[in-house]
């Protein structure tokens, strides 16, 4: 009987946790967001200054500031771009990372073929839902 109220002890006060760090969460997610759209616009405000005056960096007693381009590429199509590389031998330009998901239900629907290199970790954790009201 004390294993039952040591487990509802241990969920009620695993609950009341969860509760305060989504709280705490929500709260440094409100401060966040507001930091974040001061700083995007004086990072603005120090774009266009430089622009303004010509420049791609300027030094400052507080540091220097230098402008630079970021450039992201994206697939519009994903079968033609698999094609693309596939037949051109440029899986290198892949990020190599393994979709979890999509290997979990490869092995689950192949159980005999795993790829060689494969490695795997499992982990055993705990999880807790709230009853249903």
Known sequence: MTDAINMERLVKVSMKIKAKLAEEQAAFDAVEKGLKEQLDLV???????????????????????????????????????????????????????????????FLDENPGMVPPGLNSMSELTVSITSPRK
């Open 43 to 105: 990072t603005a405000e120090i774009k266009d200054a430089l622009k303004a005056q010509g420049l791609e960096s300027a030094r400052t007693v507080y540091g220097l500031v230098t402008l630079k381009t970021t450039r992201r590429y994206y697939a519009q199509d994903w079968d033609a771009m698999h094609k693309f590389m596939r037949d051109n031998d440029l899986l290198a330009l892949l990020e190599k990372r393994i979709a979890q998901r999509n290997m979990q239900t």
